[in-house]
């Protein structure tokens, strides 16, 4: 049976001299669910951009049912095979941000680009009058089709986030296309509402669409998915079968060597209180309360990790212990220093700070890697600076930077090198190293490994554990349940604002903290 | 940092061109001209010297854009702290008579006084009411104009001129030359020196740069962002007031009218056009200024107007900075060309 999809010899070089795709050569099968893994940078996004149209292969071809496709732009891959009486549906993708107008309804979203105009005379021809009414049927129509649980009237603004995505996967089922392609697609959605996506991706598998999907989750990736190929540094390293594999096996093909995947805590007594929350709230600029009577301690050697659906109160806890917002009722102490009133230089006199986005608070995507290297040290190192903290010692700061590549394992060229020259994942390496060599009684981590693969996720879980074991305090936010419970020794969770649950992790589990986290207090009391 | 010369020389060299088929399809000689331009602006003897004393003011507009710039403040007024500056630098000049040893230092200093505070009124505003700097900047340009053109026909006028001007400063605050270079010169060399020291080497610059290019960041790592902001336009402000000193003290020795003429405007120019690079403020600064005194000698040996410096001058700007974007994806494209035709393609990132 030949393939719906065959990839052949495919190679990419992005400007200047990046490598991302080497000879890569695949099939797919129509109507399989086919993952995509591999670490960041090795080239699945890329090796879908380049099937979808996004991008052009700088060598290799691609056959389409069959009939040679290198898709010049995305409209000609979701159009479909090029020069056939009988068209097959064409290819689409569902980015990992959703990319809607919050301001339009889910069929005004869903029509955008292919909008049916008024059939009958001037108004359609010359005007490209809209035909709402048909459009907004055809959409109803697709969506009983598939069975999705969605309203088109509804504003995309108002609709959950996994019912956003549904209106992305609605988006490329309404254009006919018969292979859908999703590039993360559980990212945003809570361990609830996984199932419900996987059940609908296998009803339009079941409808006889391709699922091609890249994702990190190996666990997800085994439930779902009937193969498996796996790509490590640009080049295919094989596929197999998921009912036959396992996510060690799977982790060993991606990095290229054993992964550990629980980390052994060691038992640590837990000593002096570091951080202190008491009664904490917080008021948005429409005086709504985004933090409300929230209390959080976390001693010194522990790791109290904070659960909650995004939105829920943790950007504001974050900030108002950093310094960025100020909160309307309650206190804040570290390292028994109530710091409220303190700049946020005085503060980091206790804290070291990884923040969520790299390049928007972590660093300067611009600077030098040096450069991104020193901040908060220049102020609170003695060794980088001379003449009383005047003038900064630049062959100190470069050593300092080369030190942090030692400990940390980043992959770089020269310390010269602009940040955005790394990977991700040694972007955000370099800012771990930065803020766990200040060495503060107080470690704030928010999304520590966030696009992260498996090889640089377990080495940063590793330096956590040891900051835990040297009698850090770690305050730890984390959208990945897993890695949330792996490393806290206490969980807190948080629902619009309120603390919902401060429970060891001992005594509870993946379930009952995604409960807290979408319900709530239980009913039946904590 | 090769690839920047490159598109720079390219952008130039394709400027240049551009203005040969201008002057040609008018009917001009363009080698003959961009020749006259070349003599007068460089290879006489006097002409060098001239070109850097033009120079002086384009330089120091430019370095207090582009530290601005690159630092987070948008100061645009650059034009209005440099008349203010030349007219506190007059007014001392006027008052006061003592050694040049001491007169010179105290008149530069005051100088600096007057665009420190002038940009400092923008600073101000900025903290305690949150008003945008780039607009208040660019109208206390305009007021700056009006006041200086009102002292200098009324309370300050030389009531033995002919046309609205101060008296001539004291003698003492003559700048004179060194050798074939004014004096003017080499304090700007130094100033730059000075300026690129702090920018580059020390804790405040470092602040600085990174509070330019990513705020948030910077006030996460500890940085003082509000009081830098403050500094950087004070700051800024007394190298565009140097400026109009300098203007007034090595060249007409008195305040009148039109003296700022184009300068800080063209310097804002040349800290666009130099992508706020504090050596290629520099460079361009000559450059420009080479253009500008050599027009004398296109006037005067091809017949072409002196105004046609000034279409040159913005053919590059346009070609430089609309180019530069496309220049650089162009060469990393036909880089990335080259490296995916080869069949043997191996990476260089060592195993993680």
């Known amino acids: 049976m030949t393939p719906v999809i065959e990839m052949r010899h495919i190679g990419k070089v992005f400007p200047p001299n990046v490598v991302a795709l080497d000879d890569v050569s695949i099939a797919f099968e129509e109507g399989e669910i086919h993952a995509v893994v591999g670490e960041n940078g090795a080239g699945k996004s890329t090796l879908m951009k380049v099937l979808f149209g996004s991008e052009q292969a700088s060598r290799g071809e691609i056959l389409y049912h069959g009939q040679p496709a290198n898709f010049r732009s995305t409209r000609d891959a979701m159009a479909g095979a090029q020069g056939e009486a009988t068209a097959p549906g064409g290819i689409g993708m569902v980015h990992q941000e959703i990319l809607l107008i919050p301001e339009y309804t889910v069929w005004e979203n869903v029509v955008l680009g292919v909008e049916p105009v008024v059939a009958q005379g001037w108004r359609g021809r010359l005007l490209g009058q809209l035909d709402t009414q048909a459009a907004r049927a055809r959409v109803q129509a697709k969506i009983s089709e598939f069975g999705f649980n969605l309203d088109p009237d509804a504003l995309v603004g108002d609709i959950s986030v996994a019912a956003r995505q549904k209106v992305e996967i609605l988006k490329l089922l309404y254009r006919d296309v018969s292979v859908l392609i999703l590039d993360e697609p559980t990212a945003v959605l809570t361990p609830q509402e996984v199932p419900q996506l996987f059940n609908e991706l296998r009803r339009l598998r079941d409808k006889g669409k391709t699922i091609l999907f890249i994702s990190h989750h190996l666990d997800e990736v085994l439930a779902l998915s009937g193969k498996v190929s796996v790509l490590r540094k640009g080049r295919m390293v094989g596929t197999v079968d998921a009912a036959t594999t396992s996510q060690a096996e799977l982790a060993r093909m991606m990095v290229g060597r054993e992964v550990i995947f629980e980390q052994h805590k060691v038992p640590v007594q837990p000593g002096d209180m570091v951080l202190e929350v008491r009664g904490l709230s917080v008021l948005d600029e429409n005086r709504k309360e985004r933090l409300r009577n929230v209390t959080v301690h976390v001693r010194a050697g522990e790791i109290v990790g904070v659960a909650g659906v995004e939105g829920n109160g943790q950007f504001e806890l974050v900030n108002v212990i950093m310094g960025l917002l100020k909160a309307s009722q309650g206190e804040i102490v570290i390292a028994q220093h109530n710091v409220a009133h303190q700049s946020i230089l005085e503060r980091r006199e206790w804290l070291a700070y990884v923040p969520q986005d790299r390049g928007r608070q972590g660093g300067s995507l611009n600077a030098s890697i040096t450069e991104n290297a020193i901040m908060t040290h220049h102020r609170l190192n003695p060794d980088l600076v001379r003449a009383s903290g005047w003038v900064l010692d630049w062959s100190r700061a470069r050593q300092f930077a080369q030190a942090l590549r030692q400990r940390f394992g980043v992959v770089m060229d020269t310390p010269s090198d602009p940040l955005r020259a790394l990977s991700g994942g040694n972007q955000q390496k370099v800012i771990l190293g930065r803020e766990m060599s200040l060495d503060r009684p107080l470690l704030l981590l928010d999304q520590p490994t966030r696009g992260l693969d498996v090889g640089s996720m377990e080495a940063v879980h590793d330096e956590i554990l040891k900051m835990r074991a040297a009698g850090k305090a770690i305050l730890l936010i984390s959208a990945d349940l897993s890695e949330l419970l792996e490393l806290s020794d206490r969980v807190v969770v948080l629902n619009r604002g309120e603390v919902v649950a401060d429970v060891p992790t001992a005594e509870t589990d993946r379930e009952q903290v995604g409960r807290w986290m979408l319900e709530g207090r239980d009913v039946a009391g904590d | ?352």
Not at chain 2, 77 to 92: E, K, R, S
Not at chain 2, 298 to 316: D, K, S, Y
Request: charged share 10%.
């Open chain 2, 1 to 352: 940092m090769r690839q920047k010369i490159l598109s720079s020389l390219i952008g130039v060299v394709i400027a240049l061109g551009l203005g040969a088929i201008i002057m040609a399809i008018q009917g001009y000689n363009p080698l003959e001209t961009y020749g006259a331009l070349l003599d007068f602006s460089a290879l006489n003897s006097n002409a060098f010297p001239t070109t850097l004393k033009n120079a002086v003011p384009l330089i120091l507009t430019g370095l207090s854009a582009s530290i601005a710039f690159a630092s987070g403040p948008v100061n645009l007024g650059q034009p209005g702290q440099l008349v203010i500056g030349a007219m506190f630098a007059t007014v001392a000049g006027l008052a006061l008579d003592l050694p040049p040893v001491i007169q010179v230092p105290v008149l530069l200093v005051m100088a600096m006084l007057g665009g420190a505070a002038w940009a400092g009124i923008a600073a101000l505003l900025r903290r305690a009411f949150n008003m945008s700097e780039f607009i208040v900047t660019l109208m206390l340009n305009s007021i700056a104009d009006l006041l200086t053109a009102y002292l200098i026909a009324g309370p300050l006028a030389d009531r033995n001129a002919g046309s609205p001007t101060s008296a001539p400063i004291a003698a003492s605050g003559f700048l004179g030359t060194l050798g074939p270079i004014n004096i003017s010169v080499l304090i700007v060399a130094v100033t730059f020196v000075i300026v690129w020291f702090v920018f580059t080497r020390t804790t405040a610059g470092y602040e600085w740069r990174m509070a330019g290019q990513n705020e948030l960041f910077a006030r996460l790592g500890g940085c003082a962002v509000n009081r830098n902001f403050i500094t950087v336009m004070l700051l800024t402000g007394a190298l565009a007031g140097l400026a109009g000193g300098l203007v007034v003290m090595a060249g007409p020795h008195r305040f009148l009218r039109g003296l700022g003429a184009n300068y800080a405007w063209d310097g804002i120019m040349i800290a666009v056009v130099a992508n706020n690079g504090l050596l290629g403020t520099v460079l361009y600064g000559l450059f420009f200024a080479m253009l500008q005194t050599g027009a004398l000698g296109t006037e005067l040996i091809t017949n072409v107007p002196g105004e046609f410096t000034q279409v040159l001058q913005a053919i590059i700007v346009l070609v430089v900075v609309a180019g530069r974007v496309y220049l650089a994806r162009l060469l990393d494209q036909l880089s990335a060309r080259r490296l995916g035709q080869r069949s043997d393609i191996r990476r260089q990132i060592s195993d993680a």
